[in-house]
């Protein structure tokens, strides 16, 4: 193979609601989280005006007329709000309806610098983005400046929508437009190929730099810009340079969000002067020119991709080395290649009086996706072939399906009447693609967030970021929607292994934290709440809720962060805690309310656990571990609602019983539970419940307790007649005193129906044969059902345990394809049937 290249020649170029939907995009996520903890205000930065703009009608078709409020314009940048409503008229009458969140894209160490590193200010903005109302698979990114607004929309019913300053008629910097990308009168010329270059997979092996997993890392893939001289001729000023760059990159960085990819920009250079790439005539001779000046000087500065935006009046477009992340430069003199982590773009457009900002972002995003492994959705060498039909292929294969809604943003469907449709993202196989290389990827230093939620009454925090270590602790935390590490808050860990219990950027996970009215003030005093409890159990003002989609079938371990102040709260009303050892914590299932204001009323033992202190977590004992200035609580839990900590002298919280194990497995057609214990204190009896739902459980046993022990006990219980399907198996312990807690819950699927055989398949004769074994005895229905799924055969057989066999007469079934499900209790399984 050879280093590829890839180049593109520019021609023309409200509610606060409980849980959120599943299957959201993360700005949809976003915005709901947002608004747990503020209110979206209303902002009418534009409104409607009817000035004479026929001066526009040779580049667009339709179009809205906008005038800025500057005033609110100045509030905006300067204020920093953290959430906005804003409606714009749309062309054909409709309003633009968009709820934006403020998220900096600048990393903490952004700078602006010359050629000669000499620091430029860096200019007044304010980044929003979000989603539209009443638009599914939505984005919206608007970018605020001082003297300036860019924005762009996006979504599958409406395709792009553009707001641009007037670019013919600007007035006093007032006047704005606001259009549907699809009427735009400019052609968008432009061709691709990819150069045919010497392959840097024979040198991968050697040249990757650093460890740590980029994509899992809870870091952002930071980039390092670079405008040349042209750009800088072209707009004026270094500031004008800066906004423009970081207004398109703001909407980008959506794009890839909405992929599950963080991004940010951590440098921009620009050349003030004569920079060498003025002469230069083709995408690929500025490209290898940029890697010569950069080298790995962008790696110093802590970016790990380098991409050079140019203004070039020869309408070139743009060129990326594909799948250079995290790759040192290197030089093959031998055909002049410099290559490593670097792109090319360049902005010119055929129209210059009309410049296209869209494209600009389309450009960008492609040419970043390349470096990140990305080939064009016209490539033959995608598994089952090039993905659209928008141009020509690249290889020898067939074309691929026509897009549906517009398309993605590794194809060339802009040259189309299909176009592109940013809320459609990269599309599943590239996007799957760059993830899957991004997980390989070792050029980022693992980082874990180690701020704790301060300790301020009624304070909610929801986690909007997750990452997993090298250790397989996936950490949940608000990164108060900036890409600045130092205030980012760490909610919950979880070393869940195997266990999905969901994820927040598709909404099917939910992590908060939260405070109560009373914080700062002494710990809460839990009176009579609805599970038994001293006289003196006062708790945290802190607690935690982690809502998923599927509770986990096994434990999974936690570490709930707390602060000094959390503990003080405690040692104020509790003088005899003398160390973070002494505290208890507790788990509260759901739909247990663990906010201390509520008194605990409604909450039974059986919704309750409580962890005493001890060397090693479990399901029952908590570990304490030093967290810089701030403490962890480590525990498990095999199910989730809430929990926090706190302390009582005299309740009944100290562990009765210290479970060591707790399993179940097969034993044949039974299952066995097994558990073990290292204590036992007034242990009366264990009871083991069944259910198949996981939420309605009826006891199907009993087992005696030591009373007390301090030595290993083991117990087991077999379950003669489990159900076809999934079981779940509650384990809980009563002591003598009639206290009851609930140790934990198991599942395992039980199989009844085996060794099934249908045949003979295809069906030449009129008489199909089916062999099956069966570990328990009972009615076995066969249903036959067309393509259509209308029913054509039935019948119902009483099985014996073991070897069964039937058979049944199709002479009146015509040839064609069919399905056989043959059902057995809760147990389906289905074959296809063709019949010649």
Known sequence: MKPIVTGMVLIALFTNVLCYAQNNTPMEVLV??????????????????????????????????????????????????????????????????????????????FSVVDQFDNELEIPDAQFYRGVLDRESDAMAGISFFRDRVYGLF????????????????????????????????????????????????????????????????????????????????????????TNYITAFFNSVSIIYRNEGIYTSIKRIKVNTTEDGYTNLTTSFDNLNKFGENTKNNYQQYGAELAHLVDYNENNLGGVAWINAMCINYIY????????????????NNTHEDFPDYSLTVFMFAHEMGHNLGSQHTQWCGWTGGPIDNCVSVEGTCDPGPAPVNGGTIMSYCHLTEYGINYSEGFG????????????????????????????????????????????????YYFDNNSTDEDDDDLLLSVLKGSEDIGDLDDGSLIVRVKTSSNAGNGATHIVDPGYSAGDDWYVMNRWFELIP????????????????????????????????????FYKINTPGNPDPDSGHKNITNDQITFYENGTTASLNAWKYIKNGTSHMAEFQ??????????????????????????????????????????????????????????????????????????ELQEYSFLD??????????????????????????????????????????????????????????????????????RMIYQTQKTSEIGKNQMSMDLSHVDAGIYIVQIVSGKETYTQKLIKD
């Open 428 to 475: 599943e196989i590239p996007g799957n693609h760059i993830r899957s290389i991004l997980q390989s990827k070792t050029c980022k230093e693992e980082y874990v967030p180690k701020g704790v939620v301060n300790c301020n009454p009624n304070t909610t925090v929801t986690a909007n970021r997750e990452c997993t270590d090298e250790d397989g602790w996936t950490h």
């Open 154 to 241: 996006s979504s599958l019913s409406k395709g792009n929508i553009i707001l641009a300053q007037d670019p013919i008629n600007p007035g006093n910097g007032e006047n704005y437009i606001l259009y549907y990308e699809r009427d735009l009168l400019i052609d968008r010329e432009k061709s691709c190929g990819t150069d045919d270059l010497k392959p840097f997979d024979d040198y991968q092996s050697v040249t990757s730099r650093s460890t740590g997993n980029v994509y899992s890392s809870c870091e952002d893939i930071e980039v390092y810009i670079e405008a040349t001289n042209k750009l800088y001729q072209k707009m004026g000023s270094s500031t004008a340079v």
């Open 637 to 710: 839990v095999s199910s989730f609602s809430g929990g926090g900590g706190g302390f009582s002298e005299t309740s009944q919280s100290a562990v009765p019983v210290e479970i060591l194990t707790y399993d179940v497995q097969k034993e044949g057609k039974f299952v066995s539970a097994n558990w073990s214990t290292s204590l036992e204190i007034n242990n009366e009896y264990f009871t083991v419940e069944r259910s198949s739902d996981g939420k309605v459980f009826e006891e199907i046993g009993r087992i005696s307790g030591q009373g007390n022990s301090s």
């Open 720 to 789: 003669r007649n489990p159900n076809a399907g999934i079981n779940y198996y509650r384990l809980s312990q009563t002591d003598f005193d009639g206290t009851h807690v609930v140790i934990g819950v198991r599942s395992i699927k039980m199989d009844f129906i085996r060794e099934i055989n249908v045949f003979p398949n295809p069906l030449a004769s009129d008489q199909l044969n089916i062999n099956y074994s069966l570990t328990n005895a009972e009615d076995i229905s066969v249903v036959i059902r067309n393509i259509e799924g």
């Open 549 to 584: 989609t599927e509770e986990p079938n096994n434990p999974v371990t936690v570490r709930f962060p707390y602060t000094t102040e959390d503990y003080m709260d405690v040692i104020m009303t509790q003088p005899a805690v003398n160390a973070h050892q002494d505290l208890i």
């Open 332 to 347: 093959y003199p031998s055909q002049n290649y410099h290559y490593g982590g670097y792109a090319y773009s360049s902005i």
């Open 32 to 109: 709901n989280i947002a608004n747990d903890n503020a209110r979206f205000i209303p902002k009418q930065i534009f409104i409607e005006d009817h000035r004479n703009t026929d001066y526009l009608d040779s580049y667009l078709t339709n179009y809205a007329t906008l005038k800025l409020n500057e005033s609110l314009l100045n509030e905006i940048v300067t204020q920093e709000l953290p959430n906005i409503a804003v409606a714009l008229p749309l062309p054909d009458g409709k309003s633009l309806n968009a709820r934006l969140v403020n998220f900096d894209i600048r990393t903490e160490e």
